[in-house]
Each structure stands twice: as C-alpha cells, then as structure tokens.
C-alpha cells in the first residue's frame, strides 16, 4: 500500500515559501543596489555609474537561481491542484517502472517518481474545475524554458532581469492564490517563519517585525518597478501622493529595538480610493480609514478621523 501521502495544501506550503525565498532574495539585492546607489550620490568618484551597472552582473547568479525557484513554485502549485483531485494522478511512468516490490509491502509516496513538469499544464486543466488562463499557460513554458537554459547551458546573453524576477513572483502569486493578495500572503508566511516563532516567545508582538518587514520589502519593489507594473499587482499609485498609516507603525512601534529611523525606507502606503469621498485604504494592512479633508492645527496632516473628529496621530480633536 502506498502510505504517507502529501495532501493539496503540503504541495501548496512548499510552493509559497519558494516564491517567498525567491522574494526574499530580490529584496535583499535591491536593498544592496539602493546603497551603493547612495554611494554614488555622495562619492562618485568611488562609485561610477559604470561600476553602478555592474551590479546586477556579478548578481546574475542569484537572479538565475531565484526565477528557478519560481519555476518549482508553479510545479508545486499545480501539483497541489492535481492532488485536490487525487494524488495518484501525479504519479509518473508505467507500474512495470514503479518502485520494486511495491506490490508487496508499504512504501511511500515519495518513493515514486511524479510526472514531468512539461505535463503538469495538461493533467491540471484536464482535471481541474478551472482551467489556467492562456496567458498563464505560455507565461510558464517560456519560464520552464528559460529556466532550463539557465541551468543547462552557459549563455552571456541570457540573464534575469530584476523586474523580470518580480514581475515573474507576482504574475505566479496572482494566478494561483489570487489577484494582488501577495502583501497579504508574505505577512502570513513571515507569522510562520521561525524568526516569527523564536521572537513571539521573547516580546510582547513580533508581528513589529512582519509589519516591519512588508513596509521595507514594499517600499524597495515598489521603487524599482515601473508604475504600471505597482498598480497591476499592488493596486497602488505610486504617482499619487499618499499617507503613513498610523495603524501600521502603532503597530511596528511595539517593535522592542524600534527605531524612528526605520520609516526612513518605508514610503507612505494610505492612499485615497475613487469609491467614496474621505476614504483611504493601506496597501500594507489592507485597513481603510476616514479622513476629513481639513488637516490637523497640531501636526498638519489629512489625519482627522470622520468618526470622532479626533487626530490619529495627535489625539486631540
């Protein structure tokens, strides 16, 4: 019999925290690059714009391996799909290529070898309720593609751009747990990291630290894409001019070596919605908020809460 068989939702832990080290690795090369950009600004005769574009050259391998990562998390994510269905269906070769004697006694599910990933696209809308797009389809055998060619051959001319990277993460994210709920999902996988655990044992809110974390990793992403890309993804205008959300930094302030030049790298992420006069929605906490138009005597900011009349950030009416 076949025994320790993976479940839809282990297929789909593994898949999400590949795009969150994919993710993770971006940030961390944006952060690297934004330093010496400064560098640049301050000594140019250290830093050139010359040596400035080298950067991403000598990262190349870091940007190769994190789209590989991307490429597992696509087979992670539509294995997951097919196992919703039966797990038996990912099941690769004919029983007479099946492991030794596993007629004869209990073995494990791993011990088979599952079906190619050129395949996946098939079996998935041959057995899913819902079919991927098209366009997903073709954006994956390119990413298949490419990623094969990275790993397999030696080619100066092909390199991973760091928007490509993103834009690859996000169009994963979007088309298998849903449009523009990234943001959401890295706050969920940063709860159940072990950073989050180790910390959650020691101060009062370690979520400081997630929210920390979106507000730094946000506003590095949302800097070096193009606006066309942040507002597809993010649902934010990084053209218009937004406010800090009290709600997130009351929240990063619990934070126990919180520093107020931590908001130094966060841009504001309140921005007003279309819908409805006074209303402000944050990219980061998803809360929305009612302001009035008149800002505070105190601080002069559009802060004065619709409710109560009050300043969130001042408290005084």
Known sequence: MIIDIPSSSSFENVANNLLLSAWQNLVKLFKSYEKFEELKHYDPDLIDQEKLDMFWRFERPILDSSLS???????????????????????????RHWPNGCNKTDISFSEFRTIDA???????????????????????????????????????????????????????????????????SLVSLLRSSTQYHILKDGVSDSDSYVYAECHEDFALVVNNLKPSLVKKFFNFDKKTTSLECHHCIGIIENCEFYDTKWLDDYIPTLQKLETEI??????????????????????????????????????DS
């Not at 490429?71 to 919703?84: C, D």
């Not at 490419?146 to 100066?156: E, L, Y």
């Not at 906490?285 to 505070?296: G, L």
Request: glycine share 4%; net charge negative.
């Open 278 to 315: 006074g209303r402000y929605r944050c990219a980061i906490c998803e809360n929305e908020f009612y302001f009035d138009s008149t800002p505070c005597e105190d601080c002069d900011r559009i802060s004065i809460a619709s409710e109560d009349g009050k300043c969130v950030w001042c408290k």
């Open 118 to 184: 050129q395949d996946l696209i098939k079996v998935h809308d041959t057995v899913a309720e819902n079919k991927l797009s098209p366009t997903f389809a073709n954006f994956y055998s390119e990413l298949r593609k490419k990623r094969n060619a990275i790993m397999h051959t030696v080619d100066s001319n092909l390199t991973v751009a760091p928007e490509e990277l993103a834009t690859s993460i996000l169009t994963v994210h979007s088309e298998m747990i849903g449009e523009r709920r990234w943001i959401k």
């Open 69 to 95: 990562l991307v490429q597992q998390a696509v087979e992670f994510y539509l294995k997951g799909r097919i196992v919703g269905v039966s797990p038996f269906l990912i099941i690769g070769k004919e029983p």
